[in-house]
Nanobody
């Protein structure tokens, strides 16, 4: 099955931007819906954004809608999350995930492969 490795996290000031990447290896990347989730210390994992197999459909959590863009490049086996106007409450470990279906989903149970995560810290 596919393996996922996230990168691009770091420390940024409030109002700044970050671009996260998730590189996939293994099986055909375009077979998978892809999603981004995040988990802050002491909180449950929450959905951030998701994209369909061939990028014709996306969905976002209300908390990031209008500030984030999910995209994918199936020729590079990579999914991206561009985050703008970052807030301290965006601080979390961000995970990408892959699922065996066409359409994007906000449900964690819709994904069966997860990356190891990348830390995003937004300072005031």
């Amino acid at each position: 099955q596919v393996e996922l490795v996230e990168s691009g996290g770091g420390l940024v000031q409030a109002g700044g931007s970050l671009s996260l990447s998730c590189a996939a290896s293994g099986r055909t990347f375009s077979n998978y819906r892809m999603g981004w989730f995040r988990q802050a210390p002491g909180k449950e994992r929450e959905f951030v954004a998701a994209i369909s197999r061939v990028a014709f459909s996306t969905t976002y959590a209300d908390s990031v809608k209008g500030r984030s863009i999910i995209s994918r490049d199936n020729t590079k086996n990579t999914v991206y999350l561009q985050m703008n106007s970052l807030k301290p409450e965006d601080t979390a470990t961000y995970y990408c995930a892959a699922g065996d279906a066409a359409l994007p989903s906000a449900l964690g149970s819709s994904y069966h492969v997860w990356g190891q995560g990348t830390q995003v810290t937004v300072s005031t």
